[in-house]
């Protein structure tokens, strides 16, 4: 149990379909993030959140879009996905952003696939 | 451009010590974190080096020389439970971290 809870574990869903993954901390911290992983590559930052503002985007198509109501939740919603964006996509929080040794602690993922 | 490098796969007998290295190319330095991933799970924090040396925590070592642009990752006596894929991230000038493909470790018996 790391603290952040993920759901839904899996989803698939059509390129025309609209979902969205949530997240929720329960450790009290102030920063979120979420990333894609894929295999064999490296973690890609997509979102970063501190005390509910966007602090970050790195250039993420606006097909992903984010939303963090409060400091424990944050949702990413999709719409008209490509089968390129099949990944595993992982939440993570941090006491806050830009604090040098401040570790960042993950959920388990959402495994989405694109039909 | 920012880089890290590490093996894609390793393999080590149970019981025993493997290395797991780290090379990075990033702009400005703030920190290097190991993290632990087994498949279908999240990755957990296992190290923080911010000065050059050697930080031990029981079974599980990670150095680090600024100057060289590396780390490594020792893990010693070796159990089957350490069979994981480990990751090394850089937090760089801005303190985002800058993530490598990560080592998956496999150990037989």
């Known amino acids: 149990e790391t603290g952040v809870t993920q759901t839904p574990r899996h989803l698939v869903m059509g390129m025309t379909n609209k979902k969205s993954l949530k997240c929720e901390q329960h450790l009290g911290h102030n920063a979120m993030y979420w990333y894609k992983q894929s295999a064999k590559k490296p973690l890609e930052l997509m979102f970063v959140?501190?005390?509910?503002?966007?602090?970050e985007n790195n250039s993420v198509p606006s097909r992903f879009s984010p939303e963090c109501p409060n400091s424990s939740h944050l949702f990413l919603h999709l719409h008209t996905l490509q089968p390129e964006d099949s990944a595993l996509y992982l939440c993570a929080s941090s006491q806050e952003p830009g604090q040098g040794g401040q570790p960042q602690h993950f959920g388990d993922g959402t495994r989405l696939s694109i039909l | 451009g920012q880089n890290i490098d590490q093996p894609t796969e390793m393999t080590a007998t149970e019981g025993a010590i493997v290395q797991i290295n780290c090379t990075y190319q990033?702009?400005?330095?703030?920190?290097l974190f190991w993290y632990q991933q087994h498949a279908g799970e999240a990755p957990t924090f296992l190290s923080y080096?911010?000065l050059d040396g050697l930080e031990e925590k029981g079974r599980f070592s990670s150095f680090l020389s600024r100057s060289k642009g590396y780390s490594y990752l020792l893990l010693k006596e070796l159990q089957m439970k350490d069979s994981a894929s480990y990751l090394c991230a850089v937090s760089d000038s801005n303190y985002q971290l800058i993530w490598g493909a990560g080592t998956k470790l496999i150990i037989k018996p």
């Open positions: 959140y501190s005390l509910e503002e966007r602090v």
């Open positions: 990033t702009s400005g330095f703030n920190g």
């Open positions: 080096n911010v």
